[in-house]
C-alpha cells in the first residue's frame, strides 16, 4: 500500500503566509511527478503546482510569484511554499504523486486526504 500524508494548512490573514508537506510512504519503488491541486467550495479541483522527479516546476498562473514548490527525493516528501496569501487562495489543498510501486513496476496516481486553507481576516 502506498499513503499520502499531508500536514501544515489552517488559518491565515491576508498577506500571510503557510507552509504545506506531504509524505509518501509505503511500498513505493520510485516517485515520478508530484503536485498539489486545491479544490473552492463550488469549484472544480484545480493544479496549483507541480515538480518532476528532475526538479522541473510548473505553477497555476495565480500563483505564480507566491507559491513555491519543492521535493526531498530521498525522504519521498513535497513542500509548498505559499506566501502573499489572498482570500481567493482558500481551498483544501491535495497532495498528488504519480508512483512506481515495487509489486508491479507500474505507475498509478495517488491522491492525499486535504488539508484546509483559509484565508481570512
Known amino acids: 500500500q502506498v499513503q499520502l500524508v499531508e500536514s501544515g494548512g489552517g488559518l491565515v490573514q491576508p498577506g500571510g503566509s503557510l507552509r504545506l508537506s506531504c509524505a509518501a510512504s509505503g511500498s513505493i519503488f520510485r516517485i515520478n511527478a508530484m503536485g498539489w491541486y486545491r479544490q473552492a467550495p463550488g469549484k472544480q479541483r484545480e493544479l496549483v503546482a507541480s515538480i518532476t522527479s528532475g526538479g522541473t516546476t510548473n505553477y497555476a498562473d495565480s500563483v505564480k510569484g507566491r507559491f513555491t514548490i519543492s521535493r526531498d527525493n530521498a525522504k519521498n516528501t513535497v513542500t509548498l511554499e505559499m506566501n502573499s496569501l489572498k482570500p481567493e487562495d482558500t481551498a483544501v489543498y491535495y497532495c498528488?504523486?504519480?508512483?512506481?510501486?515495487?509489486?508491479?513496476?507500474?505507475?498509478?496516481?495517488?491522491w492525499g486526504q486535504g488539508t484546509q486553507v483559509t484565508v481570512s481576516s
Open positions: 498528488n504523486a504519480r508512483i512506481i510501486r515495487f509489486v508491479n513496476g507500474f505507475e498509478y496516481e495517488y
